[in-house]
C-alpha cells in the first residue's frame, strides 16, 4: 500500500480522484480497482489517517441496517415496504463483502460481527406498533426469522440490562429481535477496501485537504493543501466522499444537482463501558421509540458491548467539537455543519 503524507506541487493525472478517505470513497474505489485495474485511482484525506471521522467505529452506531429494528424506516406498520428496501440493499453489500473474501481481499472477521438486533418499547400505543410491525415483516422472506414477546421475564433474558432494577409499574411492554443482525467496524472495513485500491493501480495520500474543485475541458482540476504545501492534480472523474464537507464543495464546483441540498443534522452523544462483567451481559442492538416530535434518527439504542446512545443537538454537538468559534460558524454559515469529529453518529 502507497501512502504518503506529503506532497508535490502539481501530482501526477488521475482516472478518478476520491476525496475523502472514508467508507464511502473506500467501497466505489474498491470496485473500481476490480473492474479498471489499469485506472489510476487517487485517494485524498485531509486527516493523517483514514477513516478517522465518521467511519471511525465509535464515530457511528456501527449497525449493518437490515431494517430489522429501524422503527423509522416504517410508521405506518401495515406498509414494510421501505424496512424491506433498506435489507435488501444491505444483502448487496453483503453479497460485494462475499465475493471480496472469496478473493482474498478481506477477512470478515476483521469488520463484520453477529448481534441480534431488537426493539424495546413501552405503553400501549407503541405496543400497539410494535406487534402490528412485527406481523407485517414476517410475511417478508428477509424477516421471517423475528421473534416478539410481551413478557417482561423473556424480555429480561434476550436483553438483561434494560431490565435490570426496573420497577413492576403494570405499563405495557414488548420487544422484538432478529437473531441475524451485524455489527460492521466501518473503520477497519474502510482500511481493507483502501488496501484493495492501494494494491492495483492507486495510490492513497492522506494530510491532504481539498478545498478547490473546477470543471475543465476534459474533466476535473482538484486543489489543496497538504503540509509541503500547496498541490492540484486533474483527474477524468471525482468522486465527493467528504463527509460534511461535500456540500461545501459541490457548491464551489458549481455542481447544479446540489441546489436545494442543506444540512441533515444527525448526532449522538457515545457512553461506554469497558466493565467486562457488564458488557458480558449485553450483547444485542436494542433501539427504542422515539418520543413524538423528535428528529427521525433520535432514537435512543443500547448496541453490543454496552455502549449507548443518546440523541443530541448536532450543531450544538459541533460547535463543541469544532477546532475553533471561527471555523464552526464558517461551515454553519455556508449552509452545513462541521466536518464530523468524536461522538458523531452518520451512519447511526
Known sequence: MTTHTASSTSLPAADVVLIGGGIMSATLGSMLALLEPQWRIL??????????????????????????????????????SKAASIAEQFHLCRQWWAHLVRLGLLEPNEFIHPSTHMNLVF????????????????????????????????????????????????????????????????????????????????????GHEVNGLNRTGTGWQITGASPAGRFRVRAKTVFVGAGGFALRLLQKAKVPEVRGYAVLPVGAAFY??????????????????????????????????????????????????????????????VGQSARPRRGRCAES
Open 43 to 80: 485517494m485524498l484525506e485531509r486527516a493523517e489517517d483514514l477513516a478517522a471521522e465518521s467511519s471511525d467505529p465509535w464515530n457511528n452506531a456501527g449497525t449493518g441496517h437490515s431494517g430489522f429494528c429501524e422503527l423509522n424506516y416504517m410508521p405506518d406498520p401495515d406498509d414494510g
Open 123 to 206: 405503553g400501549a400505543e407503541d405496543v400497539a406498533y410494535l406487534r402490528a410491525r412485527v406481523t407485517t415483516l414476517r410475511a417478508d422472506p428477509l424477516f421471517a426469522d423475528m421473534e416478539y414477546t410481551e413478557d417482561p421475564e423473556v424480555i429480561a433474558e434476550w436483553a438483561p440490562l434494560t431490565m435490570d432494577g426496573r420497577p413492576d409499574t403494570g405499563e405495557p411492554m414488548a420487544a422484538a429481535r432478529h437473531p441475524r443482525g451485524t455489527d460492521i467496524d466501518f473503520g477497519a472495513l474502510t482500511r481493507a477496501l483502501t488496501r484493495i485500491i492501494a494494491s492495483a493501480s492507486g495510490e492513497v495520500r492522506t
Open 272 to 333: 461506554r463501558c469497558s466493565t467486562p462483567a457488564v458488557v458480558a451481559r449485553h450483547q444485542a442492538k436494542v433501539y427504542g421509540q422515539a418520543d413524538v416530535g423528535a428528529a427521525p434518527r433520535s432514537t435512543s439504542r443500547r448496541r453490543a458491548g454496552a455502549s449507548a446512545l443518546r440523541p443530541v443537538s448536532d450543531l450544538q454537538h459541533e460547535a463543541a467539537q469544532a477546532r475553533s468559534t471561527h471555523r464552526f460558524l464558517h461551515h454553519t454559515a
